[in-house]
């Protein structure tokens, strides 16, 4: 069961960019981080507009004199003060992420980074190299890894339920930009934008997410070479995917598909992952995160529930669990449960515990992963959807 009573002498002085007014993201950051106390929002960069950025700040209780519409003049003043942040999250457009994450890294930050990390292989492994060499931590927002049903499905892969690993199936196919509706959706028509975006859509938007709870759930598995397919089926997309179908050859002998698509009419979110092994197969859906399917070669489909005591008790499904069984939890949960491991990692840089450090989360290395997916599923379609080594 999660341990609500983890707590830091203080909590750790917290600062945002991005995530002002109107934004999803910014309030699902807000509401895990804060959620268990182990987080203080003391500081923020909400908004490029001066007094846009002071309202809202101020009206969700961080003082007007630290909120800032400059992400570097927020870092410069911050680290000047006694009780400057220690740690900053960052929801912006994909085009800042690296800036911004090199920026707080040289001041002596944490990042807690939404994803994609950054834009190239290149600039990850400068930002990884960067906090190993600060001692910092840099966390990566893959939002729906703190299920406790994907820390199951990861013990039964361990402990061999499945089998051999032989076919994974992942797919995060909504149907919500079937039409052009970027254009009269500004929080849409930068993700379509390659300036802002990079050089994919729906491959780095949502498609790094169904590959990392792949990663999750088996980490051993590592991609030995891939094709991908990529379309913009609203013309006016291109160069960026609408959609994009991926195959992956693992280096155990085990395939791998993935289906991203932003325009599959009628899907309300369809993030799906199957994991196939000689033995049984394992199902999850985001749209129902409190169960997972669980298929032995001839005996009955078994439909397993989160927060029931037939479950692995191990540390990471247990401490995901905020409530008995029967009652739903959310992504919500799910984030918080992620932000408490950012913070129990972080809390253990500062005080120089080794081991606590040790605490499975999102890392850069996860970041890092993602970005060089982008580049091998870029690299293969725009040479006529080949085959390409992944490293």
Not at 150 to 172: P, Y
Request: with cysteine.
């Amino acid at each position: 069961m999660f341990n609500e009573e983890i707590r830091f002498d203080k909590p750790l002085r917290w600062g945002m960019i991005g995530g002002g007014r109107g934004s999803q993201i910014g309030y699902i950051h807000r509401s895990a981080a804060l959620r268990d106390g182990l987080f203080q929002l003391v500081a923020g960069a909400f908004d490029i507009n001066p007094d846009r950025c002071v309202d809202f700040g101020t009206n969700i209780g961080v003082d007007a004199s630290r909120c800032y519409s400059d992400y570097k003049v927020m870092i410069e003043n911050e680290s000047k003060r006694d009780d400057g942040i220690e740690v900053v999250s960052i929801a912006t457009p994909n085009k800042f992420h690296f800036d911004m994450t090199k920026a707080a890294l040289e001041a002596g930050l944490h990042v807690i980074c939404e994803k994609p990390l950054c834009f190239t292989v290149e600039e990850a492994e400068e930002l990884k190299a960067l906090a190993e060499e600060k001692d910092l931590v840099i966390g990566v927002t893959y939002g729906y890894t703190g299920y406790q049903m994907i820390h199951q499905a990861r013990k039964m892969i361990e402990n061999g339920d499945l089998g051999e690993i032989r076919i994974i199936n992942m797919q995060f196919a909504h149907g919500w930009h079937s039409e052009e509706v970027e254009k009269n959706d500004p929080g849409l028509k930068w993700r379509v934008t390659p300036e802002q975006a990079g050089p994919t859509y729906v491959l780095g938007d949502i498609g790094t997410h169904a590959l990392y709870l792949a990663e999750v759930m088996i980490p051993e598995l590592n991609i030995e070479k891939l094709m991908c397919s990529r379309q913009s089926f609203i013309a006016s997309r291109a160069p960026l995917e609408d959609n994009a179908v991926v195959l992956m050859n693992f280096d155990n002998g085990a395939v791998g598909n993935l289906w991203v698509s932003a325009v599959n009419a009628g899907g309300i979110h369809e993030q799906k992952i199957r994991v196939v092994g000689s033995k049984a197969s394992i199902e999850w859906w985001d749209e129902h995160p409190n169960q997972l399917i669980y298929e032995v070669q001839g005996q009955p489909k078994q439909l397993l529930d989160r927060g029931h005591g037939y479950l692995y008790h191990d540390d990471q499904a247990v401490t995901s669990d905020r409530i008995g069984c029967g009652h739903a939890e959310g992504l919500f949960e799910s984030w918080s449960n992620l932000y408490q491991r950012y913070a129990i990692a972080i809390d253990a840089k500062i005080r120089g515990d080794k081991e606590a450090g040790d605490i499975w989360y999102p890392d850069v290395n996860a970041g890092l992963e993602g970005v060089r997916f982008i580049e091998n599923c870029v690299r293969s379609s725009d040479n006529g959807s080949v085959w390409v080594d992944y490293k």
